[in-house]
């Protein structure tokens, strides 16, 4: 039964004991030190330092210089009283080319970062796979190229034998939907490939890597780990054929065959005019469907969508897109309040999604691993305060989301605050602020807002203040 007001705001609301509090990070966005300790490149160096790629020309050369100031996080983290925190493995970090032999400095890196949550009684929860290709993979035709999905399994094997006695969870892959669609139809994103067959190739060649590193892992981990992948899924609103179109390319690609083996008949008859999918070759299907032990799923907003009529149908050809072939689709406005993505904030589409997937795959244990704001900060005149009343309002309201959630049956284990401190906002480089422990690019000092005290004080209750 769901109780409470209806605008979100409740507090009081209690989680169970055994919920996981945590929040997340990804490497690029915050590690910095990119040439050091044997690093090879990745994409995102590529193309962050290729003009007119990021916003301001930024890169993530220094980022949150995460990398030198590990044991500072880590007691940050600790400072926080979170039961769990997620980061991001950086694969050139240990396999510098993307093939090979590990770089036994990378792994003692990330050898630390986990031994210092387990010795802080955190959770480790690393994701393999947010974004950072090895550049020599790319020059291979990276996600495009079938043999991506096998080195990732390899990367996956050699980082399960590392650090498997000590993760929690490990998550194969952060939003795939992005690497796939940004990355190779929009070209927002690295590599920056504007080509509707290049992201429907890359969607199957991401899949497969879930699958194959999941196999990987599980020849090296203990039984006892738990196996996830994490996926921004779009609560799509509007017209009904608008809606079920973006839901088979945005949504059902990625969780019918992880989940049921298949694609979606509809998804492959919207996009035949670009591809016959015979890059899915047979086997594959068997591969990617793995039993999860958990799904992460990122939520930030909802879209409103109708067919336009003024519009022709958009050859589903290349051409730049993320949603190739929709371009008679029209993304209308919705009400405020947003936040500065300019994304709006509405917690029902978390109730909405979460109890979607209960319906959809009943039992399967969800984790929102992504969620939170950017905002503009107040920055107390000594700079020992931030205040940040929005992403506290955010929260509140999302948590309260999840809790109803709960309520209602889904079976939600934990939820990730998007993120630990502000870092590199990919394409808009270091222009909005998602932490809720704020960093100064100029001295590098963190400063934890209200909204970290305001978590903290979630977690030591289990209930939202
Ligand atoms: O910063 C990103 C993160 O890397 C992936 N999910 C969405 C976040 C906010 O845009």
Sequence with gaps: MTTGTPDFRDSGLRFPDTFIFGAATAAYQIEGAVHEAGRGPSIWDTFSHS??????????????????????????????????????????RIQPSGRGPANEAGLEFYGRLVDGLVARGIKPIATLYHWDLPQALEDEGGWRNRRTAYAFADYARIVGRALGDRVHTWTTLNEPWCSAYLGYGSGEHAPGRQSALEAFTAVHHLNLAHGLGVLALREVVPASARMSITLNLHVVR??????????????????????????????????????????????????????LDVLGVNYYSTSLVRESAASEAQPAGDGASAWPGTGDIEWLEQAGPRTEMGWNVDPSGLVELLESLRDEFPGLALMVTENGAAYTDVVSDNGSSVHDYDRIDFLRRHFTAAHRALESGVNLIGFFVWSLMDNFEWAYGYSKRFGIVRVDYETLERTPKDSALWYKDLIAGRRIP
């Excluded at 509007?238 to 079920?244: D, K």
Aim: aromatic share 10%; charged share 25%; hydrophobic share 40%.
């Design 51 to 92: 003009p007119g790629n990021v916003l301001g020309g930024d890169t993530g050369d220094v980022a949150d210089d995460h990398f030198h100031r590990l044991e500072e996080d880590l007691d940050l983290i600790a400072s926080l009283g979170l039961d769990a925190y997620r980061f991001s493995i950086a694969w050139p």
């Design 238 to 291: 509007g017209e009904a054929e608008a809606a079920r179109r973006l839901d088979a390319m945005g949504n059902r690609a990625f969780t019918w065959p992880l989940l049921k083996g298949v694609y979606p008949a509809d998804l492959l008859a919207d996009t035949r005019t670009v591809t016959d999918w015979s890059f899915v070759c047979p086997g594959d299907l068997e591969i990617v469907n793995q039993p």
